[in-house]
């Protein structure tokens, strides 16, 4: 059976499950302006950053990109991650297990 949300209905900041299912997890993922999540890994991933509002800087190793709403990024959970809310911004996050990864 499909499992069906809506991003209203989501507690949790700056996470917040959006499925019950974690396979693969997603997230959304909401942040204030000038708020920063510190670097961190997801190893055992891909994942894919959709942007649904405001601006993010995103850190990934020693690299900065800069996304705006709408826009979607792809990386190796491997690289530290940085996201940097320049303004307020909300994202849905996946993160799908590489064959290897057991996340």
């Known amino acids: 059976m499909p499992e069906r949300t809506t991003l209203a209905d989501l ?5 917040a499950e959006v ?6 997890r997603t997230v959304r993922l909401q942040l204030d302006a000038d708020e920063r999540v510190p670097r961190h890994t997801h190893e055992g991933t891909n994942v894919v950053l959709h942007l649904l509002a405001g ?11 800069a996304l705006e709403a709408g826009e979607l990024i792809r990386f190796s959970g491997d690289r530290e991650v940085s996201p940097y ?6 994202a ?7 064959e290897s990864g057991t996340p």
Do not use: C, Y
Request: glycine share 2%.
């Open 55 to 65: 601006r993010l800087e995103l850190t990934l190793d020693d690299e900065t990109h």
């Open 85 to 90: 809310a320049v303004e307020p911004s909300t």
């Open 19 to 24: 499925f019950e299912t974690r396979r693969p």
């Open 11 to 15: 507690n949790g900041r700056p996470h």
């Open 92 to 98: 849905i996050v996946v993160f799908a297990p590489t």
